[in-house]
């Protein structure tokens, strides 16, 4: 019987470990922490070109995390992106004007939305769409620009 | 000429009996399990002698796979100044592969092979025809408990295995290199996504603990009921266990993350 005891016990204490690392990678290694707060309001803005923009890619303003992509689509009459954005719920204020753009972290990092707030007095609400945005940089093209106008100044 | 045709159709007939029996064999099982459920302290019995005997190794295997992932990673990412990308690394590679494979060969290994040698032992002395004289159905009894106790086991291993080679990583990185410890969290919870991710690993190490579970009853059962027999059963146990968590580790790969 005091076998049988100590044998429950271990193998509780195994369940409870096993369940402890399980709940500490959901935690403290996924991005768990980034669902909670997932029921804020919805915004759109159609970009000429995404980069490498992703569902769940982050957006910004003045470098504070305010929302995440929450889909991609590409308009049907427009053939630009048409991107949704879904903002945090505490980030209620910002201007109808907002301007968006799309950068990248780093050199080679992931790419992000930025938001530049406007000079508006009405707020963005659910389902507005973001007129100001700036596409993304593609590097080929940059580049083939620089050569062409170096073309162009040489003559 | 005759007789390398009879051979060859002898070994061709045979392997198809040999799977016959063990899905019989795994269909039977699935049938005991239920029955598991009024009779629980069974299964807890064998999550011990399957589970938590096997920590340790889970543990020590765990901590220096997540110390190597660490040092090895931090090499070549310091190379491109990214060696805050290194928590990534170590958390992507622990929790999509390295848990659920290396802790289910582990699994094979430690458990598996014991696994085998009990049940085997248990038929050559002739205790699983006792039971069968006395009325108890042996796959209920015996086979079924270490069946769902295996199941239960190697995920949490897994999971278990992966926080520690995180931890490790984590020590490495952050004590030994001097990775900053803000960023190396922070990116690893950027990038590490809790569906893809974490879940895809937990089905992972389900179905190699299924897998191989069922493998190492399976050899123990249908074991040539000699020592040696016993001996062969082990061997062939963590043999094909290995075969078939890295064949199936690729499918699954190929299934879940193919995609992309």
């Keep these: 019987m005091m076998q049988n005891k100590s044998t429950e016990i271990f193998v509780g204490m195994f369940v409870a470990a096993g369940l402890a690392a399980l709940f500490m990678l959901a935690m403290k290694v996924s991005n768990l922490g980034d669902f909670t707060d997932e029921t804020g309001y919805q915004v759109t803005a159609e970009f000429e070109n995404i980069g490498g923009l992703k569902v769940r890619s982050a957006v910004t303003m003045a470098g504070v995390r305010v929302g995440r992509v929450a889909s ?7 053939y630009n992106a048409e991107v949704t954005i879904n903002m945090y719920p505490q980030f209620d204020n910002l201007p109808l004007d907002t301007s968006a753009s799309i950068y990248t972290a780093g050199l080679l990092g992931e790419q ?3 938001l530049v707030a406007g000079a508006e007095e009405e707020f ?9 945005t700036q596409p993304a940089l593609v590097l080929e093209q940059v580049i083939g620009q620089f050569l062409y106008s170096k073309a162009e100044g040489d003559e | 000429m005759i007789n390398l045709i009879r051979s060859l159709g002898r070994w061709g007939l045979g392997t198809f009996e040999r799977q016959g029996r063990a899905h019989l064999f795994l269909f039977n099982m699935l049938l005991g399990i239920p029955g598991l459920f009024l009779r629980f302290s069974l299964v807890v019995q064998q999550l011990f002698s399957v589970g938590v005997l096997s920590i340790l190794i889970i543990l020590i295997s765990g901590l220096f796979v997540g110390m190597v992932l660490g040092l090895q990673g931090y090499n070549t990412l310091v190379d491109f100044g990214a060696e805050e990308s290194l928590g990534v690394l170590v958390s992507l590679s622990l929790v999509r592969e390295l848990g659920p494979v290396v802790s289910a060969l582990l699994f094979a290994g430690r458990a598996g092979s014991a696994l085998t ?11 699983l025809s006792g039971m069968e004289m006395m009325a108890v159905d042996p796959i209920r009894r ?3 408990p ?5 199941i239960i086991a190697m995920p949490l291993l897994a999971a278990i295995f992966s926080a520690v080679g995180i931890l490790g990583g984590f020590l490495v990185g952050h004590g ?14 950027a990038k590490t996504d809790l569906y893809d991710d974490i879940l895809n690993g937990v089905i992972k190490s389900v179905v190699f603990g299924f897998v191989v579970t069922w493998i190492a009853l399976f050899e123990g059962h249908d074991a040539t009921p000699t020592s ?7 061997t062939r146990t963590v043999v094909h266990s290995a075969f078939a968590i890295l064949g199936l580790d690729f499918v699954l790969t190929a299934l879940m993350f193919g995609d992309e």
């Design chain 2, 117 to 127: 040698a009990e049940i085997g032992l248990m038929k050559s002395t002739e205790q």
């Design chain 1, 112 to 114: 992000y939305i930025g």
């Design chain 2, 176 to 189: 030994l290199l001097g990775v900053d410890d803000g960023a190396f969290w922070s990116q690893m919870q």
């Design chain 2, 146 to 150: 270490r069946f769902l106790a295996g």
């Design chain 2, 228 to 234: 040696e027999g016993v001996g062969r059963a082990t």
């Design chain 1, 72 to 78: 991609i689509n590409l308009h049907p009459v427009t």
């Design chain 1, 124 to 132: 963005l609400q659910d389902g507005d769409v973001i007129d100001l």
């Design chain 2, 142 to 144: 015996i086979i079924a």
